[in-house]
């Protein structure tokens, strides 16, 4: 029997750890061939030899990179914008640079990625792009205010680009996860002056008691990268723990 992806290309920025690294794992293992890219060298090494996976190293606010890279391959049948960060503090907290960097990381990198992209999803008229948002775009999250805004305007983007496109078989979605167990998260708490109190407060403001888990998020990025989904376009996914109830 085939599986969900097979026969499809998907392309994956910050493929090596947290939501990226188990979407790309997931791609994979349900047939297609998946180029994960990201920033870091030494970490994208975990995919040498896993079958249906090409790592590259990519910096995805270098649009000429992003270019070369897109260049270099066959067109894709999926993008999966995953890369950003997330930025601690309010607005008089935050420097004009610290805005910069957040824009330029967290939406302007889907902006440069998808045009890449787009050229070969219309020559087949075909294509599924994915983009990560966050539940801080529908709720306002305390210390949050330029990842808020930046995710915000991801979904923006994706509404944009999927009602210019419905038309030529291109279909633009987006996930917006609730706080998940990652790498990130790890280093955020840990960054707090009393680790244990900040994780228990992580938790705290999720109604189900608990994270989610990277997988989690795979799980509808495969849905939404799959033809089960061929009449979805221009939604966000809130995959949330039940934040936004």
């Known amino acids: ?51 249906g996976i090409q790592a590259s190293v990519l910096d995805v ?10 260049d270099s391959h066959d067109p894709f049948d999926i993008l ?27 939406v302007k ?10 050229p070969g999803m219309l020559e087949r008229q075909s294509g599924s792009i994915i983009n990560i948002s966050s539940i801080a775009a529908h709720k306002g999250l305390l210390n949050r205010f330029a990842y808020g805004a930046t995710k915000a305007a991801v979904v923006g983007l994706t509404r944009s680009i999927a009602m210019d496109y419905v038309a030529n078989g291109i279909r633009c979605n987006a996930i917006a996860p609730g706080t998940v167990q990652s790498p990130s998260l790890e280093s955020r708490i840990a960054a707090f002056d009393d680790p244990v109190a900040a994780r228990k407060q992580f938790i705290a403001r999720q ?3 608990r994270v989610g888990t990277a997988e989690e998020i795979a799980h509808m990025a495969v849905y939404l990268a799959s ?6 376009t221009g939604t966000v ?6 934040m936004t109830i």
């Open 61 to 70: 606010t270098d649009q000429a990179a992003i270019s070369a890279l897109v």
């Open 80 to 106: 999966f914008n995953c890369a950003g960060f997330v930025h601690h503090g309010s607005v008089l907290d935050c420097t004009n640079e610290e805005w910069d960097m957040a824009f330029d990381l967290n």
């Open 237 to 242: 996914m809130k995959i949330d723990g039940g």
């Open 207 to 209: 109604p189900m008691g």
């Open 109 to 118: 990198s889907m902006f440069s990625m998808s045009k890449a992209v787009l």
């Open 1 to 51: 029997m085939n599986k969900r992806l097979s026969g499809k290309r998907a392309l994956v920025t910050a493929a090596a750890q947290g939501i990226g690294e188990a979407t790309t794992r997931a791609f994979a293992a349900e047939g297609a061939t998946v180029i994960a890219t990201d920033i870091n060298a030494e970490t994208l090494a975990k995919f040498e030899n896993v079958e």
């Open 227 to 232: 033809d089960e989904s061929i009449f979805t």
